[in-house]
């Protein structure tokens, strides 16, 4: 049987170690944020997601934070960034403090792949998709006892042990996870030399001090690779918040990759009243003839996290 670690991430206790639990003897001031791909425009999901973060930062005196998660270049259109940037701004969703753009900060993930390599919590790893979907599609550490390790064309993963994480989700609940058995070592750099998602996410909520992150539900299941990052890392551990996503009528997640509609600024104040409903804040029926701003400004007087539905998926064609 494997251990469990409890990731205790409250507002009074946002750190843990192994075996340790790390308490912070005040509590960190709400930093929340919001963090796109600009591989297109902002389509409805990804209003939803940006809307939910902004008035749980916004209804708790915080901070909210805007990321460009540019680590892709050959799925990022030109101009794609601005246009996010652009969209934002028309729909009343203002940032504090500087943008970050992961593309300006891939020596700080470098150093945190050094950190791991000294501590020799990652190996490498030349593994083909026909190797490991043979494997059942969760990696089993092949490369790690190699005697010679690969010197071309190899991608970083981390050693995941035997543990269960276990963290609270704000919507969702408790949730629980065992890397190890059931996504096996990932990667954290791919052959390709790009940083992954999940090595880079993890460095820069610990730079922003992000203590709470308000997302899609899609990325839950990351969460406690995040959180094993953290562990590893010596980072604390941020509250966790994971919204439903918006479906189509196909049952696929809204997303570019799925041909999701841009989002009409035209229709702005109609869509975010639509945004407000389907995170189950009731808002007065008349409001969605306000503008964009004062929608806002009255979501944050009556924002309850614990109104946001606690389901996987929202139909996309919900009435108003």
Known sequence: MSDSITANNSQSDTGFGFGLQQSA??????????????????????????????????????????????????????GAAEQILTQLQELGLHWDSDLLYQSQRLESYQQALQTLQERQLCYRCDCSRAQIKAMGSIYNGACQSRQCPPQQEFAWRVKCIDETIEFHDLIQGPYLQNPRTEVGDFVIKRKDKLFAYQLAVVVDDNFQGVSHVIRGIDLLDSTPRQIYLQQLLDYPTPVYGHIPVIVNNLGQKLSKQHFAEPLNM??????????????????????HRLDVHQQLAAAVQNWQVQSVPKLATLPLLTEN
């Open 25 to 78: 003897k005040t509590n960190p001031p709400y930093i929340g944020r919001f963090a796109p791909s600009p591989t297109g425009p902002l389509h409805f999901g990804s209003l939803l997601a940006a809307v939910a973060s902004y008035l749980d930062a916004r209804a708790n005196n915080g901070k909210w934070l805007v990321r460009m998660e540019d680590l892709d270049p050959p799925r990022e259109p030109p």
């Open 266 to 287: 035209n229709n702005k104040r109609d869509d975010m009243h639509r945004a407000l409903i389907l995170l189950g804040q009731n808002p007065e029926p008349a409001q």
